[in-house]
């Protein structure tokens, strides 16, 4: 796995959720089931997307590198998040760390792994 490429991505995951969440709850208003809903439905299609273009290039490629892919992508976006998020948007860090942001990570690190294992 090419970790530095993996990083890139990482910040790529990172702008699209944070787009695509102030869009859900800033743009359209959404909260509750509605939004998580939404939400899910589109970090499914964007770490699916990101983890196919990842894997585009790669020649050669086994399940664990999806799992890997997962691992960097989530640790570069809860940096970003710990240094640029919750410092300016959210001021409280056990924000942060709640069982539907767990969850989400955990999701993220599936969707990469399921696509290295469907597509490997």
Excluded: R
């Excluded at 490429?5 to 102030?22: A, C, M, Q």
């Amino acid at each position: 796995m090419d970790y530095k490429k993996g990083i890139l991505f990482g910040l790529l995951f990172w702008v699209l959720v944070f787009f695509e969440v102030s869009v859900l709850i800033f743009g359209l208003g959404l909260s509750g089931v509605a939004y998580w809903i939404i939400h899910c439905i589109l970090l499914t299609a964007i770490v699916w997307l990101i983890a196919k273009y990842y894997f585009q290039k790669v020649k050669k490629y086994k399940h664990i590198d999806g799992l890997y892919l997962g691992l960097v992508m989530i640790g570069t976006a809860i940096i970003l998040d710990l240094v640029i998020t919750v410092p300016l948007f959210v001021n409280d860090y056990s924000v942060f760390f709640t069982m539907d942001v767990i969850a989400g990570l955990t999701w993220t690190v599936l969707v990469c792994w399921a696509y290295a294992y469907l597509n490997a």
